[in-house]
């Protein structure tokens, strides 16, 4: 167990302390950020951007050199010989960087859901930046690097490949539970909004309540000034926003999502490496 | 010459492919963008009722506006991506993978060997942005048919997208020699881009010198100028803070009740920065030093191939 973690860090400390580091650069700006500048400034919006990015960039150049490398370099043969299988080979390699950079994703996630809390719910990719899905996103990001590296057994290209691909995935994933999370949004008025638990505002509407004391939009009827502001007077500008107990069933989705990729890239990297020669 | 191209093919066939594949990408797509807005501006009826639509600088805004910001920063982001993918793995895996001492051994000295190696690669690297550097420049010429687009989108198109090219070029050849390992020189390298960005934008002063900016009398004519920063003058003459200058707009309002206050009661704004007609000065100093600080990258480089080990 102690020798692949010693193994992982030999073999890979400049990307690994890489990563931590900038894992740990960001969590630290998370923590600090709120304290010195102002609600959606350019310190908080650059923050988060790279919430999204780094935990992505990181998986990537992880995964394609646990394999890629050992093949580039020529080193694979040796490697595999020293463990019964290979695919428990592929295994050792792997767990230990999942534990030491999804350890510090989650610290970052942990983080960014202060920020988040601060900033209001007007921004978009929010679940994305908070909770679980931080990590998620790397393993899912390791797994496509690891799948890659060994399809295309060489490390620029997986990276190469697997940047476009990762875009691509993210953009797919938003897309597919867009209308999920539409249809479980619900109606908040904006004096009951502080931001708490709120991510992804969908729509700011005037709203009134109906009989059954539910909200619903309506456009003011006016052709006056005054009586625009008589009719606004009796309206409520009402947020349509996820609500947080959306928080749960969003993350086993990225969980799910992760899975998936660990699956398949997973099992692209084990069909690659038992098929190889000894070369 | 046609030797080393071969080499370089040989040796970077997959980046080489992956940048002219990304920047053959974004010039047909900016490309087509600027045809499909000329080709609506070119329906324009200048005697029809919308004819102040048709020419609003604005007039994109809904229909191409995401689009053409997505291109442009894709576009900004492009220099530094072809920097590192082809820049770092020069050095960085004949070193990694231990075939250094003998290609270098092959090319009699070190020198002539990265020359010779990066020399061609620059060539086709530059060569190829330039196509979406100019289809970017297009598209924005488009998007801002009828306005000037001076500084706007400043280092997305046109010369200053090649000569950041350059400069990415000489970063990631110098991180590729310093660390000797590909994804490490990789990681640290886009860390380093975003620093370069942030760097380029805070030295813009040096090739951008703030001069008084013409008054704005429409919306659009300070577009394509580089705003710095603002000076107030009060109607007096005396130059004020801007504090004061809000203190004395409020208190014309307040003595002017429900109508517009005399003009010559309120306080003059004087903007400073560099006007979108200098956009060539700025091209050409921007464009010297980005040569020089990319030359003086390559020499590091060549200094570190020519003394580290080759293992």
Same mark, same amino acid.
């Given at each position: 167990m102690l020798g692949w973690l010693r193994v992982a860090w030999r073999l890979q400390r400049w990307e690994l302390g890489l990563s931590i580091g900038a894992l740990c650069v960001l969590t630290v700006g998370a923590l600090v950020t709120p304290m010195t500048t102002l609600v959606? #400034?350019?310190?908080?919006?650059?923050?988060?951007?790279?919430?999204?990015?780094?935990?992505?960039v990181s998986g990537l150049a992880l995964g394609v050199g646990i394999v890629g490398r050992e093949i580039g370099m020529r080193t694979g043969h040796l490697a595999w010989t020293l463990e019964p299988r290979r695919d428990r080979w592929l295994l050792g390699r792997a767990w230990p960087v999942v534990l030491m950079v999804g350890l510090p994703c989650l610290v970052l996630s942990v983080a960014t859901a202060r920020l988040?809390?601060? #900033?209001?719910?007007?921004?978009?990719?929010?679940?994305?930046?908070?909770?679980?899905?931080v990590a998620f996103r790397f393993v899912l990001a390791l797994a496509v690097g690891i799948g890659l590296g060994a399809a295309l057994r060489r490390e620029l290209p997986g990276l190469l490949v697997g940047l476009p691909l990762m875009v691509g995935l993210v953009a797919v994933i938003g897309v597919a539970t867009d209308p999920w999370l539409r249809a479980n949004a619900v109606m908040v008025p904006q004096g009951e909004i502080d931001g708490r638990g709120f991510v992804r505002a969908l729509t700011f509407e005037m709203a009134e309540r109906d009989t059954a004391g539910r909200w619903v939009v309506r456009e003011p009827q006016c052709d006056s000034p005054a009586s625009c502001d008589a009719a606004y007077a009796t309206m409520t500008m009402v947020m349509t926003a996820v609500p947080p107990a959306m928080h749960g069933p969003y993350a086993a989705v990225e969980a799910l999502v992760a899975l998936a990729g660990v699956a398949g890239f997973g099992g692209l990297a084990r069909w690659a490496i038992s098929r190889r020669g000894p070369d | 010459m046609? %030797?080393?191209?071969?080499?370089?093919?040989?040796?970077?066939?997959?980046?080489? @492919?992956?940048?002219?594949?990304?920047?053959?990408?974004?010039?047909?797509?900016? %490309?087509?963008?600027?045809?499909?807005?000329?080709?609506?501006?070119?329906?324009?009826?200048?005697?029809? @009722?919308? @004819?102040?639509?048709?020419?609003?600088?604005?007039?994109?805004?809904?229909s191409h506006g995401s689009a053409v910001s997505l291109l442009t920063m894709l576009a900004t982001v492009l220099p530094f991506g072809i920097g590192l993918v082809l820049g770092v793995p020069m050095v960085a895996r004949e070193v990694e993978h231990r075939t250094a001492h003998l290609s270098w051994a092959l090319a009699g000295s070190r020198l002539r060997w990265l020359a010779w190696r990066a020399a061609p690669v620059a060539v086709v690297a530059l060569l190829l942005v330039s196509l979406p550097a100019v289809a970017v420049d297009q598209m924005l010429r488009a998007r801002w048919a009828n306005s000037d687009l001076g500084l706007l989108e400043f280092g997305a198109h046109g010369v200053p997208l090649v000569t950041r090219t350059g400069l990415a070029l000489g970063m990631g050849l110098l991180i590729g020699a310093l660390i000797g390992r590909l994804l490490p020189a990789l990681l640290v390298g886009i860390g380093l881009s975003v620093a370069a960005s942030v760097g380029l934008d805070l030295l813009a002063p040096l090739w951008m010198p703030a001069e008084p900016l013409?008054?704005?009398?429409?919306?659009d004519e300070r577009l394509g100028a580089r705003?710095?920063?603002?000076?107030?003058?009060?109607?007096? %003459?005396?130059?004020?803070?801007?504090?004061?200058?809000?203190?004395?707009?409020e208190a014309a309002h307040v003595r002017a009740g429900s109508a517009e206050p005399d003009p010559a009661s309120l306080p003059e704004e004087v903007g400073y920065g560099t006007p979108s007609h200098r956009y060539p000065d700025v091209v050409v100093r921007e464009s010297a030093a980005? @040569?020089?600080?990319?030359?003086?990258?390559?020499?590091?480089?060549?200094l570190l191939v020519h003394r580290r080990r080759p293992g």
């Open positions: 959606g #400034s350019d310190a908080w919006m650059t923050l988060l951007a790279f919430t999204l990015i780094v935990p992505i988040i809390e601060h #900033s209001g719910p007007s921004q978009a990719y929010q679940l994305a930046m908070t909770g679980p899905n | 046609a %030797g080393w191209l071969r080499v370089a093919w040989r040796l970077q066939r997959w980046e080489l @492919a992956f940048v002219a594949a990304a920047c053959a990408g974004l010039a047909a797509a900016a %490309g087509l963008l600027a045809v499909d807005m000329r080709s609506v501006l070119a329906a324009c009826d200048p005697a029809a @009722a919308d @004819a102040v639509a048709c020419t609003s600088p604005y007039r994109f805004q809904d013409p008054a704005v009398v429409q919306g705003w710095r920063y603002s000076v107030y003058r009060a109607p007096d %003459g005396a130059w004020i803070s801007e504090r004061e200058a809000r203190a004395l707009e980005l @040569a020089v600080a990319a030359l003086g990258l390559m020499g590091a480089a060549g």
